[in-house]
């Protein structure tokens, strides 16, 4: 009796300490496929652009595979998946899983020779922009940090695509740069508390604020809007990095330079609201919507604030850089 009560108790160890083996081999299994996926996808991979073919044709939504690299066009590929990167967020996680497993698949490869960029967000419900955000920027203008947010906006049709021409209005004769780091919404977010807050980022862009200072500063009863808003007023782009491929947005090296200049460089370690703040801030006020955009402030070195002051005039080539996200090109062109 006890000699087979000891073979049913080893034999029953014996099926538990396999079982356990097994177990072990499967959860190492499934970490190796995750981690064979993590390490063929470096973290630029997940760059979302929007594009036309040169040679003509709609609008359609990408992966760009690198920074400056080719584009594994998902649009095509999966016909379900929208053409606009709006649409694609509205869509929430499956579109998003449908997305990684055509890249992983390598799918469709575009040569971006062969493509035109455009704006990789366009026809968002809301720009939201914050002024005075580092304290770089408020130096310069012997001011304080602000103890909140100072939310304005910028209309969304001005936005334009990462190499296109800014317009420079007849209308205004200080016309100035700002570099910004931009965040893109990727699921609805109301009153959202600070903690949560980075949970409904998608991810991130450059952007260029463009502002006539003197619509700014002295007209329209000294409401910012029409000196943010003009035509052209938003270059955006080339992509929009998904955020867990942004190693820390809150120190990132962003710079603007104007005809090979440097007029702008900082980090955005800088930021007296960060990201998560400024989410929780607003969502107090508004809804934010997938696709919605973000500008998070620009760092000193502005054209205004110079001694003496410089402001863009037509032929100035503006570069917008900001590291792990790309870099916007765009020319000032005179008005018609």
């Not at 698949?105 to 035109?116: A, C, F, H, N, R």
């Not at 012997?142 to 100072?150: A, D, R, T, V």
């Not at 603007?256 to 900082?266: D, H, M, R």
């Not at 508004?286 to 955009?293: A, C, E, M, N, Q």
């Amino acid at each position: 009796m006890n000699g087979s009560f000891r073979y049913v108790r080893k034999f029953i160890i014996h099926r538990k300490t396999v079982s356990k083996f097994h177990e072990q081999r499967l959860f190492s299994f499934n970490c190796f496929q995750k981690r064979t996926f993590s390490v063929n996808t470096n973290p630029l991979e997940m760059r979302f652009v929007q594009f036309k073919s040169v040679a003509g044709g709609p609008q359609r939504l990408g992966v760009q595979l690198s920074l400056d690299g080719d584009i594994v066009d998902v649009s095509a590929v999966d016909s379900c998946i929208p053409n606009n990167l709006v649409e694609f967020l509205r869509g929430g996680e499956r579109f998003i899983e449908r997305a990684k497993r055509i890249v992983a698949d390598g799918k469709s490869i575009t040569p971006l020779s062969q493509v035109e960029l455009l704006s990789p967000v366009i026809g968002p419900d809301k720009v939201v922009c914050v002024g005075l955000n580092y304290t770089g920027h408020c130096e310069e203008q012997n001011l304080s940090k602000p103890q909140e947010p100072c939310i304005f906006n910028k209309f969304p049709c001005v936005i334009v695509g990462p190499y296109c021409d800014v317009i420079h209005p007849s209308n205004t004769k200080a016309l100035d740069w700002e570099v910004e780091l931009a965040v893109v919404i990727g699921k609805t977010a109301k009153e959202v508390l600070r903690k949560d807050a980075l949970d409904y980022v998608f991810g991130y862009t450059v952007a260029q604020d463009i502002t006539a200072r003197d619509w700014m500063k002295n007209r329209n009863n000294g409401q910012w809007l029409l000196g943010k808003s003009m035509d052209t007023f938003c270059p955006l782009g080339p992509a929009v990095v998904m955020k867990e491929y942004v190693s820390d947005p809150h120190n990132l090296a962003i710079s603007c330079s104007v005809n090979g200049e440097v007029k702008q460089n900082a980090t955005t370690s800088e930021l007296i609201f960060r990201v998560d703040d400024i989410i929780a801030y607003v969502s107090h006020f508004v809804t934010l919507l997938p696709g919605d955009i973000i500008l998070t402030g620009t760092p000193a070195g502005v054209g205004v604030f110079r001694n003496p002051r410089e402001f863009l005039k037509p032929g100035d080539v503006i570069e917008s850089e900001i590291a792990q996200i790309g870099k916007l090109r765009n020319t000032v062109v005179q008005k018609n």
